[in-house]
Structures are given as structure tokens and as C-alpha cells.
DNA sequence: CGGATTGATACTTAAGAGCTATGAACATCG
DNA sequence: CGATGTTCATAGCTCTTAAGTATCAATCCG
């Protein structure tokens, strides 16, 4: 026959109280019974636990040996149904999460601080990466959810808006608008050489830019084209030309660039989150719960 | 409903086979009750282990933190019924050992060093101390066998020889004696300063020497007492006197001291062990077992 | 759309955990 | 020294529940 834990439980009340009776009361049964468990254990194990002289109860070496293993087993018992409790709440746990590089400068950082704040005991594994990459990750359950530009067209996927913002203009400190005190007027860039991000890494970004300066009635030039924004804002300042970045990217401060939001209404470039649609991931609720306090995160 | 640790191995068998059908078959039980167990689990945690479409088993993140945890479990049970089964054999376990100072020059070495090969796990717990200490110790519970001098009365006491051996002469280098070569004739000591053991310490051990005399024909001049035999060699080595003591001490090899036997034929001192009758303790089986390797140890 | 696969459900069976009553061994006390 | 009380074991029964059989429902595949 097998030992189950009841085994253990009752040999245990027995070890403490050194009583059949006391031990049978405690554990809310009756005494006959507690006995038949405790020779079924000791015949299982093919040992003696206990000593009956029929007068007192006493530990053998084996007895007081087991005694400990059986009180370790039960609360190793006990952490597991709260290990997996926890689990289940997302509080323990792995998180995998992409992220493109326009999110560290923003969304990215208040979210994990608040994460780990919530789920201490969550492994998060970071992949900073591009949008497209991040979409085929999520399909392959390389990450589980990630920060990316729209649009996410793919049915399996949920997409939702965490964060929007303008554009503004990076200009090289030594450019003559960059000098020129009050309003920049955008048509004013018509004829600067423009840096962008390659439209198939951020179709939305692309958009907006090239929307937005055919709204001021021109088309960019486009000089040169760079997949980080930190690069694109390094050659603006090397005076390659200029940039129309989220605003934002203004933290990244650095010197022999100038930022000016133009006077004509910039259209909004967006970032989001994007996950699995049937993904039932406690930890990805809770990291979804957060980057959308309000909403449930199922919902698109 | 509490957990068991059919719950348990249930788990562990559909966490690895991520199927009910082939899991109920390699725990030789059919497919509906394992659903059963597996269901009253999740219940008893509050919390779903796995994700079943129908189609396809998985397991939730509680369920592969669970799991770990499961197996460990299930681990430290195997654990803990070898270690009782050792224990049960005396492999493990504690032993409280007494011994009188004489003995740990012939008879307590060679013992303790087969003990520790047999039971390498076996804590034991030396006690240097006087036969009637031990006695004592014996009967509180201090000591679980003691190395002593006869006579042992207490018929909640087991004793038996384990050595036996005569008695030499110790001489003061300077002695006459000690310069003579050939036998030695006891009675030529008749007129010399005696150094012994307090009768009390050692009724045996006292008789012996002085029956000694008597049967050479005459009876010694006690000049001084020591409880130790080392103490008793020194007075020897420091020309105190002249003492009785057995063979074996011959190794303590003091300086200024010569040992001779007589040629009258000495009687037998012996040492022996004693433990509490009804003990069952298995690490004391087994090391009555090294000690009377012939014999059963229970027997007187 | 039909057949195969797979987990869940319904119902039955039977093992065994637990209960009450009682016995046997031992200790304590009058 | 017998009477009484305590304590663990045994006996017989009940009843919970684990396990078995048959079947269903949903999904996948060709």
C-alpha cells in the first residue's frame, strides 16, 4: 500500500502527543482508527515508529528520524499549495517582454517599475528588438507580450494603445531655425534634408511624417534613413539634416540638437502593447492590469 | 478536501505525459478517475494546474511551478522511508557510549573504529567516567552502553564480559627488583608500599589485586590511592610504590617504570559492557553486535 | 461530412477509512 | 491483593470515495 500524506499527518499528531487518545481528538477522529493508520504506515515503511508498551508510547531511532522528514514533507506541502496559489495570481512567475527602442525613453520604464513592485518574485526576461520581430516572437511564445507600433494586423494578436504623442523637429544646433527665436513654421523644413526611420520597421511613424509635412503642402527629402532613434538624433547633430521625432525623445537631450514643436497641429504617433489573444498567462494579466488599470486586458 | 500524495503522483504523471489517457495507463488506473483526482486537486488549491482544450493538455504557470514542487515532494518521501529503513538498521542514528579510562587502552579502539566503518552516519556521544557514574548514567537515560567493571546488580541491567586479562607488576626503574633479570616472585613485593584503586571505584578490579596477594602470601601495604590508572602509573614512575595493574596497561610505556609479570599465576581482571535490558535502541544492537559477534547481544 | 481521438460525465462497484463496542494488559489505589 | 481506571488493540459494521465501465461531446483530420 501506499503512504499518503494523511499517514504523515497522523503519525505526526501521535510523535507530539505520545497518546493514541490526545492524538485521535486532535486530528478530529476516533482513536481505533488512528491506530490501524499508524501500523499501516509502519508496515508500508517495513519499520517500527513507535514504541507501545501499553502503558506509554514511545519513539523509536527510526520513529524520531521519520519524524522530522514527515514534518518537513507536510509544510514542503503546505509551500506548494501557496507557491502555486501565488502562481496562479501572477505573483511568481516568468515574463517575457519586448520592447522597441522608442519605449525605453517613455512607457517602458514606469511599467516595470510598477511591475516588479506588484510581482516582486516575477522573472522578467527583456528583449529590446524591432516591431515585426516582436509580432513572429509572440507567435512562437519566444516573448509574451511586447511594445510595438501599430498596426498589428495578425487575428491571433490583441493590440492596444498605451501611449500616444506629437512629433517635434530635431534640428542641428547650428541650423538657421535652430537659432530663430519663437514659432518654427514645419514648411519652413521643405527643402532640409530629412532623416527617417525605414517604413518597414515602423509603417505608423513613416506615415505620420510624411503625413504631416504634406499637411504643411510639402514631401521630405530624404537624406538618409536609420533604424535607432538614438542614431537618428546622432546624425542630426553631425548636421546630415533634420528629423521629426516623438516628442519624447527630447529626454534623450543631446547636445548640438535643438527640438521645436512646429505650429502646424502634429498628427499623434502612437505605441503599444501587443499580445497573445488567447493567452491565459497570470503574469502577463497582472502586467496587462497595470498598463491598463481601467479596462480589462482581454478586451482589444 | 485535503491533498494526498496520490494527488501528487496523479499530477506528476499528467504533467509529463500532457495526456490523461497515456498517464491513467501508466498508473494503472483507467482515464475518468485520474480527470477525478486531477479536478479534486485543483480544487483543494483553488487553482488550475492545467489547461485542457479538448484537444490538447497544458500546463498553467501554477501548474509547472506546482509541479516542481510536486516532484520534490514526492522525492523527499522516498527520502524519508529509506531513512527510516536505515535508521531501523541502526545506520543512522545516535549512541551515547561510557567507558572507564582503562578501557580506552585495549578494548574501546578497535570496537568504535568497526562501528564507525559498519555505521559511518551513527552519531556517537564518548563519555569518559566511573563504572558506578555510568551505572547511573545507564538507568537515567545519559548513556546508552557504558564500558565497566564488574560487578554490575542492577536487574534492569544487562552485563557481559568483553575482556578479560591478568595483572602485571609496575615497578619504580630504580627498584631493586626491577633490575633483576628472570621471574619475578610476588611475594618478594610482600614488604613494598602498594599503590591502588579506591575498593569502591573498582570493587573487581581491588579484590583481584588483593587475592592476588593473599594467594602469594601476604597482604599489601597500601601506601596510596588513585582513581586513575595513569595516576597510579605516575606514583609508580615517582617511586610512591609499586602497583597491581592489567596486562594491557603495559602500552602506556611510562618512563622510570618496569613491568613484569609474576610467576605466580595471576587472576583474571576483566572489563565488560553494560546496557539496559530492555532497550531497543538499533544503533545499540549493532554495536553489540560488533562487540559479541557470536552471541546475541540481549542475552545476559 | 464521417471517423478517430480525447477529455468529461453518469452510473456502478468495491476498497478502505472511520465509527461503536469491546477486549487485554498494565498501573494505581484502597 | 483484588478493584478500578487507563490505554492501545481488535472486531464488526457503516459509509465515504476511489476506481471501473459505458457513453457523451468536442475537436481534429482526411
Redesign the interface.
Known amino acids: 500500500m501506499?503512504?499518503?500524506?494523511?499517514h504523515l499527518?497522523y503519525f505526526v499528531a501521535v510523535a507530539e502527543e505520545l497518546h493514541f487518545g490526545r492524538a485521535a481528538q486532535r486530528l478530529h477522529i476516533s482513536q481505533p482508527p488512528l491506530s490501524m493508520q499508524i501500523r499501516a504506515l509502519e508496515e508500508?515503511?517495513?519499520?517500527?515508529?513507535l514504541?507501545r508498551t501499553q502503558r506509554r508510547v514511545a519513539l523509536?531511532?527510526?520513529?524520531s528520524?521519520?519524524l522530522g522528514?514527515?514534518r518537513?514533507?507536510l509544510a514542503?506541502?503546505e509551500?506548494?499549495?501557496l507557491?502555486?496559489?501565488r502562481?496562479?495570481r501572477?505573483e511568481?512567475?516568468?515574463l517575457a517582454v519586448g520592447f522597441v527602442s522608442t519605449a525605453d525613453y517613455n512607457v517602458l520604464p514606469p511599467l516595470l517599475r510598477e511591475f516588479r513592485q506588484r510581482a516582486p518574485a516575477v522573472h522578467l526576461a527583456l528583449h529590446e528588438s524591432t516591431t515585426d520581430r516582436q509580432l513572429a516572437d509572440l507567435i512562437d511564445g519566444r516573448i509574451d507580450v511586447g511594445f510595438v507600433l501599430p498596426p498589428v494586423e495578425d487575428a491571433r494578436l490583441v493590440y492596444r494603445t498605451i501611449h500616444r504623442e506629437t512629433l517635434v523637429v530635431a534640428l542641428p544646433a547650428r541650423h538657421p531655425l535652430a537659432r530663430q527665436r519663437g514659432k518654427l513654421r514645419l514648411a519652413a523644413l521643405a527643402e532640409s534634408p530629412f532623416i527617417l526611420f525605414p517604413r518597414p520597421l515602423a509603417p505608423s511613424l513613416y506615415d505620420a511624417v510624411v503625413s504631416y509635412c504634406s499637411s504643411a503642402g510639402f514631401s521630405p527629402h530624404i537624406e538618409q534613413e536609420a533604424v535607432q532613434m538614438q542614431t537618428i538624433v546622432s546624425l542630426v547633430s553631425a548636421e546630415i539634416g533634420v528629423a521629426l521625432i516623438p516628442a519624447s525623445l527630447r529626454h534623450l537631450g543631446r547636445t548640438g540638437v535643438v527640438y521645436k514643436a512646429p505650429v502646424e497641429r502634429s498628427p499623434f504617433t502612437e505605441i503599444g502593447l501587443a499580445w497573445r489573444r488567447d493567452d491565459?498567462?497570470?503574469?502577463l494579466k497582472v502586467f496587462l492590469e497595470i498598463a491598463f488599470p481601467a479596462g480589462h486586458g482581454a478586451a482589444a
Do not use: C, K, Y
Not at 2 to 6: D, G, Q, T, V
Not at 60 to 63: E, L, S
Open positions: 501506499n503512504i499518503e500524506l494523511r499527518r508500508s515503511l517495513g519499520v517500527q515508529l514504541e523509536t531511532q527510526a520513529g528520524a521519520f522528514e514527515a518537513q514533507i514542503r506541502t509551500q506548494a499549495t507557491l502555486a496559489r502562481a496562479s501572477g511568481v512567475g516568468n491565459a498567462l497570470a503574469t
